[in-house]
Structures are given as C-alpha cells and as structure tokens.
C-alpha cells in the first residue's frame, strides 16, 4: 500500500480500534464480578460496562462464550431463578482460580479505574490529547519509515526519559 494510502486510513479513522482485555482478563474479571453476588448476564454486562468506562459495554458475543468458559470449567454455576432466567454463581473451584490469580485482578481493576479518570476528568484532558498524539506520531514514524535500530532506540530512551521526569514529579 503506498504511503498516501496509508495516511488517509489512518486520517479517515475517528478512533482506532484498541484491545481493551488482554488473554484471559476478561473471563477473570468476570469471575470477579460473580464473586461479589450471584448475577444474570445482563447484570455482568452493566457492572463490566461500569468497571471500564469511556462508553464501553460489551456485547452479548463476549460476555456469553465467556460465561461458557467459567462454567465449563466449573468456575461458576448456572440456575434457572422463577423467571427462567440464568443467574450465576461462583462455585469452590471458581473461589480458588480468583484467589491465585488475585495480583492480575488488581491489576486489572487498577488499568480501568486509571483509564476511567483519564477519560472522565476534565482536568487530564491535556494528558489524554498528549498520550494519543504520541501514539499517533510512532504509529506515523513506524508506518511510513525505515527506522534504524539507532533510531528505534533514541525513540525508545526518549519515551522512557519522558516517564522518569513524570515519576519525578
């Protein structure tokens, strides 16, 4: 594709697609979730949507193979309550899995809740423009250049100077 091609995809996307949930967190912090109290799917999918902010709510699609991968592997259980409708529960095996996987949990928690603060308070809308004015600039640099690995690696110890200063201050 030639480099104008390239810049117009990227000029005509609003808001590129990012991976929100890495391998796995998504059925953890649906377990964690249940393990609060018994839920029905809709329920997991609005308390989801709480946790991760920025408008973001995820869809049947993800929330239901999900629920079958917990279930399957007997992390939660499923009973028909009087109105027919699922509700889940978190079972002794599920109790384990979370406890031994509790420092990526956290972590989990501690990504959005940081991800909400930056989308929702307007005082870090300054942050916010800079961190994907960054991303947009090396997705540019790395698109339409060859970069040497000196190069790469000036970019490297510049972005990492820059989170040094920010610890610092």
Excluded: W
């Amino acid at each position: 594709m030639p480099n104008s091609n390239l810049i117009e995809n990227i000029e005509s996307t609003s808001s590129p697609r990012k991976r929100l949930f890495e391998a796995g967190h998504m059925k953890l912090l649906v377990l964690h979730l249940i393990a609060q109290a018994p839920k029905f799917s809709y329920d997991i999918i609005k308390d989801v949507g709480a946790i991760v902010g920025g408008g973001y709510t995820p869809s049947a699609g993800t929330i239901y193979p999900t629920l079958n991968y917990l279930e399957e592997h007997q992390y939660i259980r499923s009973a028909l309550n009087v109105d027919e409708r699922k509700q889940y529960s978190i079972t002794s095996a599920g109790i384990a899995h979370l406890e031994a996987e509790q420092a990526t949990v956290e972590k989990i928690l501690c990504g959005f809740s940081t991800r909400k603060q930056i989308h929702n308070n307007e005082q870090f809308i300054d942050i916010k423009r800079a961190m994907e004015n960054l991303k947009i600039s090396l997705r540019l640099k790395i698109q339409h250049c060859e970069l040497t690995p000196e190069q790469v690696r000036e970019i490297a110890e510049k972005i990492d100077q820059a989170a040094v200063d920010i610890a610092r201050m």
